[in-house]
């Protein structure tokens, strides 16, 4: 079998990305999925929570 050649964006993102990952129960954390939803840009509004919960 062949290996699959990494292209210059797996390359990229290997080198300078950090993938976060997180599960969300649909019974208990509907309240969060609604919200994620609702908003247009999730990783934008996750990262603005987190930099306002840091700057305090």
């Given at each position: 079998?062949?290996?699959?050649?990494?292209?210059?964006?797996?390359?990229?993102?290997?080198a300078?990305?950090?993938?976060?990952?997180?599960?969300?129960?649909?019974?208990?954390?509907?309240?969060i999925?609604?919200?994620?939803?609702?908003?247009?840009?999730k990783?934008?509004?996750?990262?603005?929570?987190?930099?306002?919960?840091?700057?305090?």
């Amino acid at each position: 079998m062949s290996e699959k050649k990494e292209t210059p964006q797996e390359r990229y993102h290997k080198a300078h990305t950090v993938n976060v990952n997180i599960r969300l129960m649909k019974n208990t954390e509907q309240d969060i999925i609604e919200k994620l939803a609702s908003v247009p840009n999730k990783a934008g509004y996750i990262k603005s929570l987190i930099r306002a919960d840091m700057g305090k």
